[in-house]
T-cell receptor, first 115, second 113 residues
Framework: GAGVSQSPSNKVTEKGKDVELRCDPI?????LYWYRQRLGQGLEFLIY????????KSGLPSDRFSAERTGESVSTLTIQRTQQEDSAVYLC?????????????FGPGTRLTVL | AQSVTQLGSHVSVSEGALVLLRCNYS??????LFWYVQYPNQGLQLLLK??????LVKGINGFEAEFKKSETSFHLTKPSAHMSDAAEYFC???????????FGTGTRLLVSP
């Protein structure tokens, strides 16, 4: 089946604008994750969903960041009042969920540039 | 708190040479450890994972990694590099296996003819 998809692939916005990033996980995957990859750095965890609930949102850097998931499927990451330091590649991953060790499958990412 | 250290942001090898990418971890509980690869303009792909079943783990594309608890290491190796191995490699740790991954900063592998 299809892998994890993300849209848009690229987003350029002006400082202070709000942006929405979308993730479509693999069908049947109950767990969904958002990560951020800044230039030259590793992946930074943002939030984890199990179903539509978010038991771990410890990585969200500020209250400008929020995420939701509906229908145990699509997730949206929203960044309000964007700042230049928000520029990064935002990666979404999905997995089978709270079972034994399972693989996270990653999407291609959304490259966000804040001018 | 968990953390991962990858020594060397860039590693250069010749085609056919041994590949060794280093990863050290810190975890307060027995860890689950992963190596992911990111090819240019592509998403991350799992190479291999350690789940405590065996200390030597074999992955795809001829890569393997050995878990050494005494050294808190999980280094990635491949006996003979191929040009197609040029990519960025990330080591990651998880304390449950199904929740968040904590990643290292990555090592870019360069392979020369």
């Amino acid at each position: 089946g299809a892998g994890v998809s993300q849209s848009p692939s690229n987003k350029v916005t002006e400082k202070g604008k709000d942006v929405e990033l979308r993730c479509d996980p693999i069908s049947g995957h109950t767990a969904l994750y958002w990560y951020r990859q800044r230039l030259g750095q590793g992946l930074e965890f943002l939030i984890y969903f199990q179903g539509n609930s978010a038991p771990d949102k410890s990585g969200l850097p500020s209250d400008r960041f929020s995420a939701e998931r509906t229908g145990e499927s699509v997730s949206t990451l929203t960044i309000q009042r964007t700042q230049q330091e928000d520029s990064a590649v935002y990666l979404c991953a999905s997995s089978l969920g709270d079972r034994d060790v399972n693989e996270q499958f990653f999407g291609p990412g959304t490259r966000l540039t804040v001018l | 708190a968990q953390s991962v250290t990858q020594l060397g942001s860039h590693v250069s090898v010749s085609e056919g040479a041994l590949v060794l990418l280093r990863c050290n971890y810190s975890s307060s509980v027995p860890p689950y450890l992963f190596w992911y690869v990111q090819y240019p303009n592509q998403g991350l792909q799992l190479l291999l994972k350690y789940t405590s079943a065996a200390t030597l783990v074999k992955g795809i594309n001829g890569f393997e990694a050995e878990f050494k608890k005494s050294e808190t290491s999980f280094h990635l190796t491949k006996p003979s590099a191929h040009m197609s191995d040029a990519a960025e490699y990330f080591c990651a740790v998880s304390n449950t296996g199904f929740q968040k991954l904590v990643f290292g900063t990555g090592t870019r592998l360069l392979v020369s003819p």
